[in-house]
């Protein structure tokens, strides 16, 4: 297999050592990715293309891949002037599949993950919040709405039972309500979902821009959870809450992301994260979080 880093990082070989520079790629590949219109039938395509390090996919792979994109964007579509909700759209699903993509070839190249089972878990974030409303019933009624119907364009492909079980699975784990087992850690292909998931809500600054699309999104179905999703306490709550990263996931800097940015909130409150929050939730927004960010670029470089 190659041993290359999977894009956007295949540039950066002198950076495998260095998770953070490699956190920071893909940040910046995620916030470019939003300047242009969603583009899920891409983003599934560069996911297959990353984990087979360029290798062409079976054409049954490719037929499912293509179709659960096109149910994402057409769901998009019927929705009244193309009202996405503000957190769960277009983009963050592609997103999600992008980070799957990476995630999969890391886990691939270390020698953790077959070709058969990332595909698998490809197409399963590419539909893991298929036809998501915006609402907030209770725990695993959309992720399981979600998996049936990817399971169901997967079935039409000509996909085996064997890889449907995967993707139902993989839907599955992304409630973080439900699925124990999975967050435990047993089921690798699981936790690269979880990760994949929440991978743009943990970086730095779009992860900033995704937590108030998600309050503005809950607060449209009158959910308003404490602490609010776009405080700092509510932003150190989810960063607390993850689970440790796979090895796929440390490699490409989770971990240290998520320990830099509370480290950094300990900054502001004489080595208390949860004061330090408190106390940037009390000064106005703006010049909070350009505070936070300065500090935690000035972690980031040590």
């Known amino acids: ?85 503000a957190y769960h759209n277009q983009y963050h699903q592609a997103e999600a599949t992008v980070a799957m993509g990476w995630l999969c070839a890391v886990a691939r190249r270390l020698g953790l993950l077959d070709a058969a089972t990332a595909m698998a878990g490809v197409l399963a974030m590419a539909g893991h919040d298929l036809r998501h409303d915006g609402s907030n019933p209770a725990a695993g009624v959309l992720e399981a709405h979600s998996a049936t119907l990817t399971v169901e364009l997967a079935a039409r492909a000509g996909l085996d039972e064997s890889t449907q079980a995967t993707i139902r699975r993989v839907i599955m784990a992304t409630d973080p309500l439900r699925c124990s087992e999975e967050r435990a850690g047993d089921d690798l292909i699981c936790r690269l979902g979880q990760e994949a998931d929440l991978f743009g809500s943990l970086t730095p600054v779009l992860g900033w821009r995704l937590g108030q699309s998600l309050a503005r999104e809950t607060h449209a179905v009158a959910y308003d959870p404490e602490p609010p999703l776009d405080s700092f306490a509510g932003r150190l709550q989810l960063l607390r809450s993850r689970q440790p990263a796979s090895p796929a996931g440390r490699q490409l800097g989770l971990d240290a992301a998520v320990a830099d940015q509370i480290a950094t909130l300990a900054i502001f409150g004489d080595g208390d994260p949860q004061q330090g929050a408190a106390c940037l939730d009390a000064r106005p927004f703006t010049e909070a979080r350009a505070d936070y960010l300065a500090a935690l670029a000035a972690i980031g470089s040590r």
């Open 1 to 85: 297999m190659n041993e290359a880093l999977p894009p956007p990082f295949d540039d950066m070989a002198g950076c495998a050592g260095s998770p953070r520079a490699l956190f920071k790629r893909a940040e910046e590949t995620l916030a470019e990715r939003r300047s242009h219109p969603p583009d899920m039938s891409g983003a599934v395509s560069e996911a297959l293309k990353t984990i087979l390090y360029g290798e062409e996919p079976p054409p049954d792979i490719v037929a499912a891949g293509q179709a659960i994109a096109e149910a994402v964007t057409a769901y998009a579509h019927s929705r009244a002037n193309a009202n996405e909700p």
